[in-house]
């Protein structure tokens, strides 16, 4: 990580208090509240429109708020502007690089960007991008595009890695690859903030994690904490050709949260032998029947489901 003698260590890395940020009549982000501390990985997950790009955007220093606070590594944009940039790896959705030069080429450019960093060589390992240092960009995988967008972010050394969709679109080994790149950054000490569409890499990557939706979050904390926070432990999906309303769906025994995904219905719980038995009587009294029944682990998407009404993929 770059040195950071001339600038205060303790507190978190990223710290916003009632960040405000509005588009004509429309508010991105209304009164957001945020600490991501040093040395871990924080998700930011919503849906599309639920203002993670414009809260990105203002704590890169891209976009100015309209109201609030916003301090990165204790320092603040308004007064120190250039000595953040040298600290920070931006990894956009999608990176722009030039076709024409190749994998080193490249790297040897966004390092010369910065006073102090890592090596080309160190950064052509990291992404185990060797085989492809004399390659075109323009000859390049989607996966090893976004390999090389990683490495042109950790050219600088940076203390804090803002990383935006960085495995959308890859196949699932080049997933697992930019994982370790992201591990083996946070093993050294570093800090990353993360936005994905993929809760398996959220769970894996993130130590913490915030839902926002409407400019504003829903609910935070470790992904252990976030399942907690639904009830129970289980989550027991069914369909069937009659409808039940949500408040006879929780008068059965052990339901403590309905939901409802697509013609299926969820029921949350900690003791799912207690439920189904009276949940197929209740079918069988209403004249209906079971068209589909099973029953799984808790997970985040069903956190990000019962918070936004909406799965993440469907974004």
Partial sequence: ?????????????????????????????????????????????????????????????????????????????????????????????????????TVEETLRLFRSFYPRGRTVESLIDVVQLEEKRDTHVRDLSGGQRQRLSVACA??????ILFLDEPTTGLDPQSRRQLWD??????????????????????????????ILDHGEILVQGTPLELIRSLGGEHVIEFASNIEFPDDVLHALPAVTEVRTRGESRLLTTGEPHRVIPPLLELIERGGGALTALNTHHATLDDVFLARTGRALRDE
């Fill in 1 to 101: 990580m770059a040195d950071s003698d001339s600038t205060r260590t303790d507190g978190p890395a990223i710290r916003c208090r009632a960040l405000h940020k509005r588009f004509g009549d429309t508010v991105a982000v209304r009164a957001l509240d945020l600490e991501v501390r040093r040395g871990e990985c924080f998700g930011l997950l919503g849906p599309n429109g639920a203002g993670k790009t414009t809260t990105i955007e203002i704590l890169e220093g891209l976009q100015e708020a309209d109201g609030g606070e916003v301090e990165v590594l204790g320092l603040t944009w308004r007064r120190d502007g250039d000595r953040l940039r040298a600290r920070l790896g931006v990894q956009l959705q999608e990176t722009e690089l030039a076709d024409r030069l």
């Fill in 154 to 159: 950790l050219a600088g050394d940076p203390d």
């Fill in 181 to 210: 790149v992201v591990e083996e950054f946070k093993a050294a000490g570093g800090t990353v903030l993360l936005t994905t569409h993929f809760m398996d890499e959220a769970e894996k990557l993130s130590d913490r994690i915030a």
